[in-house]
C-alpha cells in the first residue's frame, strides 16, 4: 500500500503560478512511477504528467505542455507539479497517482495507477 496526499492547490489569477506536491509514504517510492491527472466539473478525469521511476523521462498531455513541469524527489518521496501560465481551462481537482513498476516507463491512462490521493482544488480567475 501507498497513500498520497496533495497539496497547494488553491485560487490564483489566469496568468499566474502554483505547485503541486504529492508526498507518498508506506512503500519505496523509487518503485512507482507518479502521475497527475485532474478532474473539472461534469468531465471526466484526465491525464496532465506523469514521470517515471527516477525521473528520467517524463509526459505530458498537449494541453499542458510548456506550461507545467513535472519533477520528483525520491529522497523525501515526493513529486511535483510546476504549472505556469494557468488559464481558466486549468481549473479542477488535480489528483497524484502511482503505479507500482520496475520499468522505466510513464504512463498516461488512470486503469494503470494502483493508488490515488484525494485531491487538491485549483480555481483560476480571470
Known amino acids: 500500500q501507498v497513500q498520497l496526499v496533495e497539496s497547494g492547490g488553491g485560487l490564483v489569477q489566469a496568468g499566474g503560478s502554483l505547485r503541486l506536491s504529492c508526498a507518498a509514504s508506506?512503500?519505496?517510492?523509487?518503485?512507482?512511477?507518479m502521475g497527475w491527472f485532474r478532474q473539472a466539473p461534469g468531465k471526466e478525469r484526465e491525464f496532465v504528467a506523469a514521470?517515471?521511476?527516477?525521473?528520467?523521462?517524463?509526459g505530458y498531455s498537449d494541453s499542458v505542455k510548456g506550461r507545467f513541469t513535472i519533477s520528483r524527489d525520491n529522497a523525501k518521496n515526493t513529486v511535483n507539479l510546476q504549472m505556469n501560465s494557468l488559464k481558466l481551462e486549468d481549473t479542477a481537482v488535480y489528483y497524484c497517482?502511482?503505479?507500482?513498476?520496475?520499468?522505466?516507463?510513464?504512463?498516461?491512462?488512470?486503469?494503470?495507477?494502483?493508488?490515488w490521493g484525494q485531491g487538491t482544488q485549483v480555481t483560476v480567475s480571470s
Open positions: 497517482a502511482a503505479k507500482h513498476t520496475y520499468g522505466s516507463s510513464w504512463y498516461r491512462r488512470r486503469s494503470d495507477y494502483d493508488y
Open positions: 508506506g512503500r519505496t517510492f523509487s518503485s512507482f512511477t
Open positions: 514521470i517515471n521511476w527516477n525521473g528520467d523521462s517524463t
